[in-house]
């Protein structure tokens, strides 16, 4: 079965460090780039992070740089969001994505390719941060 399972989110006072995993099953894994996204209700999803195939370049939007850091395993096939720092304004729901078609990894975000869409997303996994 081809998905994307992430874990690692909870519950962490302001200031405190989680890491989130995300591990794919059915496919390669190593062939794609993969992006962090965050969404809390009422606001529009925003890419996080995203890591590219390869030699891993990683790339962060600018309220996360300096405090997350984005890392791929792919001989477990899985990638890893290592989170230090965190504010309160972090709280959200985590997932992580990938599409088979040519995605782009630019300025925290994994851009679709040329269909439009990225086809493959996980559940998502709640992270809480406390003031």
């Known amino acids: 079965q081809v998905q994307l399972v992430e874990s690692g989110g909870g519950l962490v006072q302001s200031g405190g460090s989680l890491r989130l995993s995300c591990k794919s099953s059915g496919f390669t894994f190593g062939y794609y780039g993969i992006g962090w996204f965050r969404q809390t209700p009422g606001k529009e999803r925003e890419g996080v992070s995203c890591?590219?195939?390869?030699?891993?370049?990683?790339s962060y939007v600018a309220s996360v740089k300096g405090r997350f850091t984005m890392t791929r395993d792919d001989a477990d096939d899985t990638v890893y969001l290592q989170m230090d720092s965190l504010k309160p304004e972090d709280t959200a729901v985590y997932y992580c994505a990938t599409d088979r078609f040519a995605p782009k990894c630019t300025e925290g975000e994994l851009r679709p390719g040329p269909r439009g869409y990225l086809e493959l997303w996980g559940q998502g996994t709640l992270v809480t941060v406390s003031s």
């Open positions: 890591i590219t195939s390869g030699r891993g370049a990683t």
